[in-house]
């Protein structure tokens, strides 16, 4: 099982993405392609799906995006080729906060997605949200602000800093923060 793959984007589809990680294109289902740059590289949290006849990674942007997606996929009736389009469509904080409130109009919104199976949605999700990390946590202000302090003592601009941080992947550990941050800071 693989947790995330970090790698370069070398193609983009109209459903999916391929990530170069060493020479190995990785062909990954994503919500919304458009929102990685060829060229660039990420760390793309994906979840594996294996089936008798096919196997799939369902990549994901962030970790939020990706413990959603789990548990949408838990919903009986909700596959993974029908939570891609959801999160899609929706944000993080619209989606858990029609679950919460019951709003099925909000939930039959999107594709493939009836009366029926927006009700079963609530049933299965409701009140098993909340865990879910949504908005920047107080670890993450800490993290941004020593890691700016290091690029500072390192002899770098403001300027320069505030370019590179939010390209940078929160969720990393610092030291993994600041050699990304070096790496776009040299190029």
């Known amino acids: 099982m693989y947790d995330y793959i970090k790698g370069t984007i070398a193609e983009l589809k109209y459903n999916s993405i391929v990530v170069d990680n060493h020479g190995v294109g990785f062909l990954v289902y994503v919500p919304n392609p458009y929102a990685f740059e060829v060229g660039k590289e990420y760390k793309v949290y ?9 196997q799939a990674l369902f990549g994901f942007k962030t970790l939020q995006e990706k413990e959603l997606f789990l548990k949408l996929i838990s919903v009986k009736g909700l596959g993974c080729r029908m939570a891609l389009p959801i999160l899609a469509v929706g944000s993080i904080e619209g989606i858990m906060d029609a679950i919460e409130r019951e709003n099925i109009l909000y939930l039959k919104k999107f594709p493939k997605i009836g009366e029926k199976l927006a009700r079963q949605i609530i049933l299965d999700l409701k009140g098993k949200l909340e865990f879910i990390g949504t908005g920047i946590t107080d670890d993450v202000v800490e993290n941004r602000e020593e890691l700016k302090e290091a690029l500072l003592a390192l002899g770098y601009k403001d300027k320069e800093i505030q370019k590179v941080i939010s390209q940078v992947d929160e969720n990393e550990s610092i030291e993994e923060q600041i050699k990304d941050s070096l790496k776009l800071l040299l190029k």
């Open 46 to 54: 994906v979840y594996q799906q294996i089936k008798e006849d096919e």
